[in-house]
């Protein structure tokens, strides 16, 4: 099992910025691509950022721009440098972890964005 903490989540107001991190601990064998989901109230969870161990990325257009995925692959933490917030962030943000083809999520951290 792998563990997925994630920390930094909270509230801010619109303009403003928050970055996000994800601890992993546990059976790590060798995590390749680490992501950044979030979920609003009565939506569906989608694809905020992604990053590949080598370091591509990949982000959903709503954040391009405002947004940036980093990762530390010695310590297997990804984080999330989240610029210019809008109200519509505001979400449930989970980290996910591809431990060798087996997928792990964090708790998740709210993240609220104030108008």
């Known amino acids: 099992q792998v563990q997925l903490v994630e920390s930094g989540g909270g509230l801010v107001q619109a303009g403003g910025s928050l970055r996000l991190s994800c601890a992993t601990a546990?059976?790590?064998?060798?995590?390749?691509?680490m992501a950044w989901y979030r979920q609003a109230p009565g939506k569906q969870r989608e694809l905020v950022a992604a990053?590949?161990?080598?370091?591509?990325?990949n982000y959903a257009d709503s954040v391009k721009g405002r947004f940036t995925i980093s990762r530390d692959n010695a310590k297997n933490t990804v984080y999330l440098q989240m610029n210019n917030l809008k109200p519509e962030d505001t979400a449930v943000y989970y980290c996910?972890?591809?431990?060798?083809?087996?997928?792990?999520w964090g708790q998740g951290t709210q993240v609220t964005v104030s108008s």
């Open positions: 546990g059976n790590i064998i060798y995590i390749n691509t």
């Open positions: 996910n972890a591809d431990n060798l083809g087996y997928y792990y």
């Open positions: 990053i590949t161990r080598g370091g591509t990325t």
